[in-house]
């Protein structure tokens, strides 16, 4: 397996330090299977419908209805776990990435992102049993699958992964009340690649399940994803450097206790950076380690994967630079196809301008710290013989194959399962911005009064262009219930 597997298996980990090796799925798991590599198809939602209703070729079946019906309050349990709880919601995340098929590699099957596919319901089952032992929140998953799938009653694995989403799907379609709402909400900001997105769609009323409205969402989201790539690679040709704000949304976040609409609904967690980049930077391989390191824009795009999985990048000095410099040897992807410079040939690359060399690595053997300040690949944190802080860990993966992600490139506009919209600035705006910036990963705190204003400003201004998915953007300059903003810098506060 590539090294993108094993970081991200290490993340996995990270929820349960326990767990002695996630990348063994497809060897082990309670659910008996281990040779099932996720081949099976699913029915459209039309026949899971047709099926439930007696509608179209098939007739109305008592039995199943029943058995539907009596998973119910289980399946309300599994959405809310899935789509908003704080643990399950990222753990979901790596189940899909860890648990990767041998022959096809980290795709839109196993998106991040995802779930309620035959292919990531696979995943998540799995996942949640290998780390069951180990924290409550994976075992009521693990629980809840199983309850669900026997219910079932079918003896083939794939009718009972079938029915699993059949009594999920009919939940979502027909369920009532807040819970409902707010599963329904988080579901929204959670499932963002493109197939994952326009199921939970289906499933809320709001698209016909046929192909030829797939077909019509496809192209649409297509035309958004070129729209981007157009724009970074026109201005940035020529040597030229554009000034880009960028906001990821990273999934779904409840509001805080004592809201008022906290049973009700979730909001998109976001975060964002202000940067000026060329086409050399939006060029830098996944196989530069010290990218993270030297690239403002690299190290944010890492700020919003981390939180995609659960994770915050330290903020103190030397440990943010042994983790971005270990995240460097140990994470392959890179921005070349998301930002559309993986195949563009209108032009030849530019002459690399010449640039100091980057600090050697920091001796990754040991780098003091008082307390954990959270993960870092291929580090421990231990009191040990040079006294507390954090130590290379011995059982890490060293082998420096990459690895990218073999989706097409055109399914929705995202990076790693997060949602992303930019607006192209004037250098004037662009400067009051970059003046907000925070240490040490360049992040925005879109709480600040001013920061809004400006982006504000900037997203209504006629010299300015908004490309990508508009839609959190707007939620953003909605109201202060409308988003939140996690903490990624030093001082202060969000």
């Not at 179209?56 to 039995?63: A, C, K, L, Q, S």
């Not at 997105?197 to 709001?206: K, T, W, Y």
């Not at 809201?259 to 980049?277: E, F, I, P, Q």
């Not at 004037?426 to 907000?436: P, Q």
């Amino acid at each position: 397996m590539g090294k993108i597997v094993a970081a991200l298996t290490a993340v996995a980990a990270a929820f349960s330090p326990a767990v002695a090796d996630v990348a063994k799925l497809h060897q082990s798991n309670s659910i008996h299977h281990p040779d099932f590599k996720t081949n099976g198809r699913q029915r459209p939602l039309r026949e899971k419908l047709e099926r439930y209703y007696g509608k179209g070729g098939f007739r109305y079946d008592t039995e199943l209805v029943e058995k539907v019906d009596a998973c119910m309050d289980w399946c309300k349990r599994l959405l809310g776990l899935i789509t908003y709880d704080k643990v399950v919601s990222v753990a979901k995340n790596n189940w899909n990435i860890t648990d990767r098929q041998a022959h096809s590699g980290l795709g839109a099957a196993a998106r991040s992102s995802a779930f309620g596919g035959f292919r990531t319901s696979h995943h998540i089952a799995r996942g949640a049993t290998v780390e069951a032992p180990h924290y409550a929140e994976a075992a009521e998953v693990n629980d809840l699958i199983n309850k669900i799938q026997a219910k079932g009653g079918f003896e083939e694995y794939g009718d009972s992964v079938e029915f699993l989403l059949l009594a999920c799907s009919i939940y979502m379609v027909k369920g009532t009340g807040a819970e409902h709402d707010k599963i329904m909400s988080a579901a929204g900001h959670n499932a963002r690649c493109m197939y994952a997105h326009f199921g939970v769609q289906v499933r809320a009323g709001n698209f016909a399940s046929s192909k030829a409205e797939l077909v019509d969402f496809r192209e649409d989201r297509g035309e958004i994803d070129a729209e981007v790539k157009r724009e970074f690679r026109e201005r940035t040709a020529g040597g030229k450097t554009a000034h880009v704000f960028a906001m990821a949304m990273t999934g779904a976040e409840e509001l805080e206790e004592g809201h008022a609409d906290r049973d009700k609904r979730c909001v998109g967690r976001l975060n964002a950076t202000v940067a000026a980049v060329d086409a050399e930077v939006l060029r830098v391989s996944g196989d530069k380690a010290d990218r993270f390191v030297e690239y403002p824009f690299h190290r944010w795009f890492l700020v919003v994967l981390t939180l995609h999985l659960g994770l915050v990048l330290p903020v103190e000095t030397a440990v943010c630079e042994l983790a971005l410099w270990a995240w460097g040897r140990s994470f392959h992807y890179d921005l070349t196809n998301h930002l559309g410079f993986k195949k563009a040939a209108e032009e030849p690359p530019p002459k690399k301008k010449a640039r100091t060399a980057p600090a050697p690595a920091p001796d990754v053997t040991f780098v003091p710290s008082e307390e954990d300040v959270g993960y870092v690949p291929g580090a421990v944190f231990k009191e040990g013989a040079q006294g507390k802080g954090y130590y290379k860990d011995p059982g890490a993966d060293d082998d420096s194959d990459s690895s990218e992600d073999d989706d097409d490139g055109d399914r929705y506009v995202t990076w790693m399962g997060c949602t992303l919209v930019y607006i192209f600035l004037t250098a004037a705006l662009y400067d009051k911005l970059s003046k907000k910036l925070l240490a040490p990963h360049y992040s925005l705190n879109l709480c600040d009064r001013e920061v809004y204003r400006l982006i504000e400003e900037a997203a209504q201004s006629g010299e300015c262009k908004v490309v990508g998915d508009k839609e959190y953007l707007k939620d953003y300059l909605k109201s202060k219930d409308s988003f939140h903003c996690t903490k990624t810098w030093r001082g202060g506060s969000a």
